[in-house]
Each structure stands twice: as structure tokens, then as C-alpha cells.
């Protein structure tokens, strides 16, 4: 897909800043409602909602003349990735670490995505891409650390900190399976045909996830679900706004300035998370939060200037 940037203007910028703010409430949420809810089941409910949602405008995207049946495989790698893996992982690393270290270290999208892009993408890593990737990695593992350098050498990671990297590594293949257009333009050009094509195919791995939380085979949480208006309220949220509404508005961002621009607009969402954590769970910021944040922005403006 390609895109025509234009300037930067006001309304663009408050569109591109909706999707963060999203993005942040959803780990919010996710932390709010985790002895509510299992967090596979979490993922499910939240995908099953939106896909009923969005059903009455792509529903077209569904029938057996559709064009995104002749690229099936893609689609089931994408909602694999995207839908099933990614946003489950999250939801299983906010179970034991916090809304603030999951966005941080989620901020370093980037650097996995400069890997993946040299390993198998056939990408040039240039020194200063490098510099920048250090710089954010070492961001990274001051979260993972606590801001303690010398616990690096007794490490213990939290299990959620695992689950957050192996999700931004799930996310960068992801993105860069995206970078690579092989569907009809009636498929990608329209926002919900695109995302209703990816959930065909993820809610089906996030439903076998789902059974294998229920059953027991998993082994990391406690299947039980407690029905109330918190819970119900919270479902409609990460299914209106971080998987539809935030979709939407970054669609549009992105088609506005281009992919690099926009791509720094997402590095808000652990300054919002760390906000909305002091209101509504009590989880202050550390200072050591500040200074990752500075380092793995740092690492991305670097990696990513010409």
C-alpha cells in the first residue's frame, strides 16, 4: 500500500493521538478486570464483540465470492499473529506485570522489527539504526530491571515481562507482513474489509486458545469469569475502541503523514498508560519509567532518521 504524506495539521495530530490513549486504557483495562476474567477468554469476548459489530458494513468481505478467500494462508498468519497472538500475550503479561512496563517495553516494536526486517525482509541495517536499537533496548531492560542495572546480573524476569516481549516480537512480524500488499485493492483499501479479513481467521485461533485456557491445558491462569457490569463494561470498551475505533483513526493518520510520522504518535501510549495507571490504579510512575521512555524514543528517532 502507498502512501502520499501530507503536513502535519492539527486535526491530523489529534486523530493520531486517539489511537494511543486507546491503546493504553486497553492495558488499563486489561490489569482492572484480570481477576475478572481469564485472559485468553478476555481476548475472544473482546474480538467476538467487534466482529458482530462490524459484520453490517463488511459483512461482503465474508462471502464465498470474496477475494480474501484466494489468500487465506496470509490471513490466517495475520490473524494469528495480530488478532490471536499478539493481543493474548498482552492480556496474559498484564496478569503479572503492569500496564506502565507492558507499554514501555512494547515501545521497542522498532528494534524487533529492525531484526526481523534484516533477517528475512533482506532490510540494510545502517550504524546508526544501530545506535538507535541499543539505545532503545537498553530502555527495555532498565523496565525489566527496575531501574536496578546491577539486578541485571540476578535477573528474575516477571512472567508478564516474557509475555510482552514474545508479543512485540509477534507484532513486528506482523507489521511487516502487513508492509507486504499482495490483496486486491477492494480488500486493502478498505479499512473494514482488511480488519474483518484478519478476524475471520483470528477469532479462531483466539477461540482455540480460549478452549485450551478452559480445559486446563495451559496451566497460567484460573478459568472463571465473574458477570457484572464492570466486566460487561470493559468488553464493550476493548472492542469499540482499541479494536475498532483506534483501527480506524490510525488508518486514516497513517494514509494523512505516512507510517514514520505516525509510527512516533504510538510511542505516547506508556505516557498515557502511565498517567491513567496513577488515576485509577495507584501505580505511580518511577523515575526509572521516565528514563527508559526517553531512551527507547531516543533509540527510534535515532534508528529512524535519514
Excluded at 527496575?146 to 512485540?168: E, K, N, P, S, Y
Excluded at 469499540?240 to 475505533?245: E, I, K, N
Aim: proline share 5%.
Amino acid at each position: 500500500m502507498s502512501f502520499a504524506p501530507l503536513a502535519l495539521t492539527p486535526r491530523t495530530a489529534a486523530l493520531l493521538l486517539i489511537p494511543p490513549l486507546l491503546w493504553a486504557g486497553n492495558a488499563i483495562v486489561g490489569r482492572l478486570v484480570h481477576e475478572l476474567i481469564p485472559p485468553l477468554t478476555l481476548n475472544f469476548f473482546r474480538w467476538v464483540l467487534a466482529f458482530v459489530l462490524l459484520l453490517p458494513i463488511a459483512n461482503q468481505a465474508l462471502r464465498a465470492s470474496s477475494p480474501l478467500w484466494s489468500h487465506w494462508r496470509r490471513y490466517a498468519l495475520l490473524g494469528l499473529l495480530g488478532v490471536g497472538g499478539y493481543n493474548s500475550l498482552q492480556y496474559l503479561a498484564l496478569q503479572t506485570s503492569t500496564p506502565i512496563n507492558v507499554t514501555l517495553v512494547a515501545s521497542s516494536t522498532p528494534v524487533f522489527m529492525l531484526v526481523l526486517g534484516a533477517l528475512f525482509f533482506k532490510q540494510t541495517i545502517r550504524k546508526r539504526q544501530i545506535f538507535g536499537a541499543v539505545l532503545s533496548i537498553a530502555g527495555v531492560l532498565l523496565v525489566l530491571c527496575r531501574g536496578q542495572w546491577q539486578a541485571l546480573t540476578q535477573v528474575q524476569l516477571v512472567l508478564g515481562d516474557v509475555f510482552v516481549l514474545i508479543a512485540t516480537a509477534c507484532w513486528a512480524w506482523y507489521s511487516w507482513l502487513l508492509a507486504q500488499t499482495t490483496e486486491p485493492t477492494e480488500v486493502r483499501g478498505n479499512w473494514a474489509y482488511f480488519l474483518m479479513a484478519q478476524m475471520a481467521f483470528g477469532l479462531s485461533w483466539s477461540g482455540l486458545f480460549t478452549a485450551a485456557e478452559w480445559t486446563g491445558f495451559t496451566g497460567l491462569t484460573d478459568a472463571h469469569i465473574v458477570w457484572g457490569w464492570p466486566l460487561v463494561a470493559a468488553l464493550v470498551y476493548v472492542a469499540v475502541g482499541p479494536a475498532l475505533l483506534a483501527y480506524r483513526c490510525w488508518g486514516l493518520g497513517v494514509q494523512r503523514v505516512g507510517p514514520n510520522i505516525a509510527g512516533f504518535f504510538a510511542n505516547l501510549t506508556p505516557v498515557f498508560a502511565a498517567t491513567m495507571s496513577a488515576l485509577a490504579l495507584g501505580e505511580l510512575p518511577q523515575i526509572y519509567h521516565a528514563a527508559a521512555f526517553v531512551m527507547i524514543i531516543g533509540g527510534i528517532v535515532v534508528s529512524s532518521r535519514k
